[in-house]
């Protein structure tokens, strides 16, 4: 307990460090400089360009789907097997309810 409040307590530290080798990267022009003009977005969908799906692409997914479904196939049946299941219910009584 006692090493991962000090390992928490060196990391907090850690942040509120300088890095003088990044403040000397910055060069005048860098800090006079002004904030770059943003795009509107209707600009930026313009030069992009659509997504291309190919046969390759669309086998690649369906391969992936059916792998997908066979797993969870797998995955969905029962944990614990049925002679399991009936000897571990053979072990245990339950208690006499009262009443």
Do not use: W
């Not at 797993?71 to 614990?80: D, H, K, T, W």
């Amino acid at each position: 307990m006692r090493a991962s409040l000090a390992f928490v307590l060196v990391l907090s530290l850690t942040a509120c460090a300088e890095f003088p080798e990044l403040d000397a990267a910055l060069t005048s022009e860098m800090k006079a400089a002004g904030y770059p003009a943003l795009a509107p977005t209707s600009e930026l969908e313009a030069l992009q360009t659509p997504p291309q799906a190919t046969a390759t692409t669309a086998a690649s997914v369906n391969a992936r789907v059916a792998a997908l479904r066979a797993r969870a196939a797998r995955l969905s049946g029962s944990i614990v097997s049925g002679s399991d299941r009936a000897r571990m219910r053979a072990g245990v009584s339950l208690p006499a309810q009262e009443g």
